[in-house]
């Protein structure tokens, strides 16, 4: 993902939000066949990610969902950093990359 992750385009989006939904586009785009495993990734009333906007709003209350970009993937948006960061960390964990490149990738956010 590192070899997508462009810091410049990074730096570029708007809020958290945007740097969120960029960061998860990029570990789409590097890892397609394997991305489903987010889908096993939820809080403990909440599901963060689903295959269709609908599945987020049914699951709960102000989850605010948002499309990962060229992808079939929907992500909750209505968590503070601290929460999106952990969810980061979570997404580096399911597609196989070790602790350090794990910290690396959350704190670009």
């Known amino acids: 993902v590192f070899?997508?992750?462009?810091?410049?385009?990074?730096?570029?989006q708007k809020g958290v939000v945007g740097r969120f939904l960029f960061?998860?586009?990029a570990f789409y785009?590097?890892?397609k066949t394997d991305f489903s495993a987010v889908l096993d990734i939820k809080g403990r009333?909440?599901?963060?990610?689903?295959t269709s906007k609908e599945d987020l709003v049914n699951s709960g209350s102000s989850m605010n969902?948002?499309?990962i970009?060229?992808?079939e993937y929907w992500v909750m948006t209505n968590s503070?950093?601290?929460r999106k960061k952990m969810m980061l960390t979570e997404v580096?964990?399911?597609l196989g990359y070790n602790e350090q490149d794990v910290e690396d990738i959350r704190d670009l956010l």
Do not use: C, Q, W
């Open 23 to 25: 960061i998860l586009s």
């Open 29 to 31: 785009r590097t890892h």
């Open 45 to 50: 009333d909440r599901v963060y990610f689903a």
């Open 69 to 71: 970009t060229d992808s």
């Open 92 to 94: 580096g964990r399911a």
């Open 80 to 82: 503070n950093t601290t």
């Open 3 to 12: 070899n997508i992750l462009n810091k410049e385009e990074l730096a570029m």
């Open 65 to 67: 969902p948002k499309n």
